[in-house]
């Protein structure tokens, strides 16, 4: 039973040589920057210096939350699907957040200069029910536009797929995070919006059983404050971080450089989450979920462990 959800699955990245150090398992469910943190925390020693080994297993959202509840994985690192997982049930909560506002772009074909201009058009995603479908429908609402009836949603899969519907004329647009835009921009098409410049959507931080958070606390407190401290790094330490990038997201540097310009900034310092951008994504989860009752904060995010190790860090309440 301990293998069967992650048999044939995990990848594991950055595992540092066996030492006397806790080892953990941290989920993640693919190779973007909006992940970056914890693996970093890992390369630079941020991990060992709170006594900690991570190993990072490549693992989808469907059934990560599964793998938390029975102990097969430690952590996770996707905020949305924590929630929706809590709110379903799962014995699973938020503890930090790295990145509080999503670094996903909003791309399309070079005829259209306005994200008004996309009105009656078609909206490439990956997948539906997922994070990029509950970005573009705010963006777009954003701009003022209804995302029940003035564009069309299609699942178009993988970014060469989408990227291949703009060029056939079958989609307007589509969206993903770097280095996709900077990709995009490779083949002729233009970035209309960013949505972390727009509102705060929590994108990536850290997940945990609610059986970790009440017999771990102490080793939720130590991966909280890694996970702070990779993000002070990624912030002070442009040519590190870049390094790392080009290691972990197997990408050269020139798309390393241009993906460290678009996402450095959405990372926080704290650990914190944005009051209004975690009601935010509560309401999407609900909404995808087809969920109609009250659902409060303390029901999905633990945040007493963060706010310790906060304290610890030095870093004052605001």
Known sequence: MKTMLLAGLGTLLFCAPIQAADKLRIGFPDLAAQFLPLPLGEKRGFFKEEGLQA???????????????????????????????????????????????????????PEFKWVQDLRGKAIGLNTFGGTLESLARLIVKHFGLDPDKDIKLLATGTVESRFAAMKQGLTAATLGS??????????????????????????????????????????????????????????????????????????????ATTTYESVSKAFNQDGSFPEKGLRLAIEEAKRVGKVDREVSVNEVADLSILREAQKELGIVEK
């Not at 994985?73 to 503890?95: E, Q, T």
Request: glycine share 8%.
């Open 55 to 109: 190993e990072f297993i490549r693992i989808r959202p469907a059934i990560s939350s599964a793998a938390l509840a029975s102990g097969e994985l430690d952590y996770d690192a996707v905020i949305g699907n924590g929630i929706a997982s809590a709110i379903r049930g799962f014995p699973v909560k938020l503890v930090a957040c790295y990145m509080p506002a999503a670094p996903i772009a909003l791309i399309a074909r």
């Open 178 to 255: 770097p280095p996709l835009d900077f990709l995009g921009s490779k083949l002729g098409f233009v970035v209309l919006a960013r949505s972390h410049e727009l509102f705060s959507f929590p994108a990536s931080g850290l997940v945990a059983s609610v059986k970790k958070i009440k017999d771990g606390r102490d080793e939720v407190k130590r991966v909280i404050k890694a996970g702070i401290k990779a993000n002070r790094y990624i912030q002070q330490n442009r040519d590190g971080t870049i390094q790392v990038m080009m290691e972990w997201l197997k990408i050269d540097k020139e798309i």
